[in-house]
């Protein structure tokens, strides 16, 4: 009989038999009762920085930093994710690829593995390496799929598998992300950055100056519970001042939004419904309104913009479709009335007004344009670069907003290979294919390789790439269409995955090495990404359970087998790495920031720069637009591009346009079939899919142990649906289990699934029902357009079902069938 380290801890902590084991005579008193009542640690996560009790070698409490006054609830899930039952405990391979030697995947996906060692494990990792770069070359290799990783900046994941796969050979690599896609490739053309992930007007300058906030699909209360680094959650006082003024009068608050979402019932502000898509239609007539009510800013547009007389030739009907975009034009699209429509244009010229965009309504079909119309909009009131006014497109992430301390920020393990060396397969010749595609592009590749795309003025020949290599990246979460991806996955021949948790990329792996999480290895991080309030020490909490190691750990002996371990590690081990970035940190700040010893900062584990000074963007540029010059072709505002209009793309032209979808509640196309709009935003208990796995805190909001769908009472009813009930929801495309959640938060016509729900499909069949609730199992995979092709999972119509029938277990979690 055999019996684990943790379970043996566990029953120690839990009997009598503690009271047998006295303590050492050598050991100090001091330390003894540390022993007696455990030690507390600092760490950190995407949700905050806490504090963690560790007793018995195991994490029994977990509190909120003191800096932290905002913490979020998300903190509890994190035991959770620790001790999940879907962690990965061991060296996996897929039955079939393994023992058959298939390297087609028409088995993959039905969660059969075998148990092998790590240097079983490794040996296969390396062996498909050498073969892919033997057999093919580079451009059969894809190592470029990335995602959020766990916080910390030297167990980087992304960083440490690629560096290390860049030491055997070449690979494809990507370019965007899902978040954003749309709008980080359409805003350089128009205001000269990707705009998503710059720095925003600090909320106290909105909070001072602004007569008007307008919330355009956006929800910070519950996007900012979460940062790319450790979140400090130094926004939510600005929300709560804001919701005073609200109170007292003093600032509008609209959001524009189909549905009422947490930041609207917090402030309690005005709602402005909005049919689904269908924002450009409402800005376009908005644009008519101040154009042909002269209330437009003619010398501001005049000074510091481009291409506007084009622009308004559209609107007025003159050129393309010879539509005259008016409000009563506007109306039959967007369920907004055309005296609304005029009201609200007048409205954003009668005061300072600051437009807020969110991300989620440049995930969609053409999603470049409302953003693009966002910023004619803005630039039409002629307030951009004023305190309190102009557009921003990222006051919902990571604490943009705060303002930033300035500190230099520590930097992190390298990825790519060092100056002067080169990889074992020196092999550049990727056989014509293109070496860099469009992040949503992947799968398009496997089932169509070779196929030309027009991507953001170049042409993409798509890679027949035949092995993926996938770290701390779950992309069977944020890509769309599961049953296109299964058809997809069948056609590769190897997939490695390293992961902590069972997810569904694992399930449609071949060989899966088990990482440990951030939690598990000492690291240091940043504490708050753009308000740079200070550094956070992440102190080990338990040593890492079952065979699991860290990313640093798996690819120093990956490396080891090609005879590249020292050139990958430098030499230096875990803390000598985590010392070093902070001495590089601590030079950095020298005359600015007095940062003490290392010693001294590990054992206090928070290190806090403090505030930072408000600042307002663009203000630079509107002081002097010929100095301070933006990043466009032009250096100005383009209201129309001549580089984009030079494309000749279909879907994405010279300036703003209204484009139908190829599906769109409320009338448009493809409702009479499936009628309801199907909204997958980011979750509210949540870091996209990271924490599904944490099971008492998923119990917390799942309905039957599924996934919530939000249903309109009235929508509910007609479909005999009452609250906690089983929906299955479907289109063409796949079906899923949820559990019905009835609110008249949403609109009729309209429901959401918040995407990161665990796929788990009922078997590895196309088109089998997922048990748990993932919406991609429902959104389409389409193009947002040539400019972007970005990720369109907004665009999608469903319809939904009571339940019935024999329910099928939930497949989602819990790790593989293990096949002796």
């Not at 039955?95 to 790590?118: A, I, M, P, Q």
């Not at 910390?152 to 598998?161: A, I, P």
């Not at 309030?533 to 490396?559: C, H, N, W």
Request: charged share 25%; hydrophobic share 35%.
């Amino acid at each position: 009989m055999s019996i684990s380290r943790r379970s043996f801890l566990k029953g120690v902590a839990t009997t009598s038999a503690v009271s047998l084991v006295g303590p050492s005579l050598l050991m100090s008193s001091k330390a003894n009762a540390a022993e007696t009542t455990g030690t507390w640690r600092v760490s950190g996560s995407h949700w905050g920085a806490f504090r963690a009790h560790i007793y018995g070698g195991k994490v029994q409490e977990i509190k909120a930093l003191e800096l932290d006054e905002h913490p979020t609830e998300m903190l509890n899930g994190i035991k959770g994710i620790i001790y999940s039952p879907s962690r990965v405990r061991y060296p996996m391979v897929r039955l079939d690829w393994l023992k058959k030697h298939k390297y087609s995947g028409e088995t993959r996906g039905n969660n059969r593995f075998v148990r092998v060692t790590w240097d079983e494990a490794l040996d296969l990792f390396y062996r498909e390496l050498e073969r892919i770069q033997k057999d093919y070359g580079p451009w059969a290799l894809h190592a470029g799929q990335t995602g959020w990783r766990q916080t910390g900046q030297f167990h980087s994941c992304t960083s440490h598998m690629q560096r290390a796969v860049g030491m055997h050979g070449n690979y494809i690599t990507k370019v965007g992300d899902y978040s954003t896609g749309a709008g980080q490739t359409i805003m350089p053309y128009v205001l000269g950055s990707t705009e998503v992930y710059a720095q925003g007007t600090s909320w106290s300058e909105i909070l001072e100056h602004s007569d008007n906030v307008i919330l355009w699909a956006t929800d910070p209360v519950k996007n900012l519970q979460v940062g790319w680094n450790c979140e400090t959650h130094e926004s939510y006082p600005y929300l709560e001042q804001l919701k005073q003024k609200v109170a007292d009068g003093k600032i509008n608050v609209i959001s524009v939004d189909p549905v009422k979402n947490k930041t609207q019932r917090y402030l309690n502000n005005e709602h402005m419904y909005i049919n689904p898509q269908s924002d450009v239609a409402f800005m376009l007539a908005a644009a008519y309104t101040l154009y042909t009510e002269d209330l437009h800013d003619k010398k501001f547009i005049e000074t510091y913009c481009l291409g506007f007389d084009d622009f308004m030739q559209y609107v007025l009907g003159e050129t393309k479709d010879k539509v005259v975009k008016t409000p009563e034009w506007a109306a039959e699209i967007c369920g907004v009335s055309a005296d609304q429509i005029r009201e609200f244009a007048r409205m954003l010229v009668g005061g300072r007004t600051q437009i807020l965009f969110g991300w989620c309504i440049q995930r969609q079909e053409h999603g470049e344009q409302p953003y693009w119309m966002g910023a004619v909009l803005s630039a039409m009131t002629g307030q951009i670069g004023l305190p309190g006014g102009g557009v921003s497109y990222g006051h919902h992430y990571s604490g943009i907003g705060v303002p930033s301390t300035g500190f230099a920020a520590p930097g992190g393990f390298p990825r790519n290979v060092d100056q002067g060396q080169v990889p074992k397969w020196n092999n550049d010749d990727f056989n014509g294919y293109s070496k860099t595609i469009p992040v949503a592009r992947w799968i398009d590749c496997l089932l169509e390789p070779g196929k030309e795309i027009r991507y953001n003025g170049s042409k993409v020949k798509l890679p027949d790439y035949k092995m993926m290599v996938i770290s701390g990246n779950n992309p069977w979460h944020h890509h769309q269409d599961r049953n296109r991806m299964k058809k997809a996955f069948q056609k590769l021949q190897t997939v490695v995955t390293i992961e902590f948790a069972w997810t569904a990329t694992c399930r449609f792996s071949d060989i899966v090495l088990p990482a440990c999480t951030q939690w598990e290895r000492n690291d240091i991080d940043i504490y708050g990404s753009y308000s740079g309030r200070g550094l956070l020490a992440m102190q080990k909490l338990v040593d890492p359970l079952y065979q699991s190691k860290s990313d640093f750990d798996i690819f120093t002996e990956l490396t080891r087998r090609f005879g590249r371990h020292k050139e990958y590690t430098r030499g230096m081990d875990e803390m000598e790495w985590v010392r070093s970035l902070y001495s590089d940190c601590r030079k950095a700040n020298e005359g600015k920031f007095e940062m003490p010893e290392f010693d001294e900062f590990w054992k206090k584990g928070v290190l806090d720069f403090g505030t930072g000074k408000p600042w307002v963007r663009h203000a630079a540029f509107r002081e002097d637009p010929e100095i301070n010059a933006l990043g466009t072709p032009s250096g100005f505002i383009e209201i129309s591009s001549r580089k984009i209009d030079r494309f000749g793309y279909e879907h994405c032209q010279g300036h703003p346009m209204w484009f139908e979808k190829s599906e769109r509640s409320h009338g448009g196309p493809g409702s009479k079939k499936h009628p309801f709009w199907m909204q997958s935003c980011h979750p509210d208990k949540r870091l996209h899919s990271q924490m599904c796995e944490s099971e008492e805190f998923r119990a917390t909001y799942s309905v039957q142990g599924r996934e919530p769908v939000y249903l309109n009472p009235k929508d509910a009813k007609a479909k005999g649906i009452k609250d906690g009930d089983l929906v299955r929801v479907f289109n063409d495309r796949g079906q899923l289990l949820a559990g019905a959640v009835l609110t008249d938060s949403y609109p009729e016509g309209v429901i959401r699934i918040e995407e990161g729900a665990w796929y788990g499909p009922l078997n590895e069949k196309v088109g089998a029902i997922c048990t748990y609730g993932d919406p991609n199992t429902l959104t389409q995979d389409i193009p947002s357009s040539e400019l972007a092709q970005a990720t369109s999972a907004n665009t999608c119509l469903v319809n939904f079902e009571k339940f019935t029938g024999k329910v099928p277990p939930v497949t989602s979690f819990g790790g593989p069938i293990i096949v002796e």
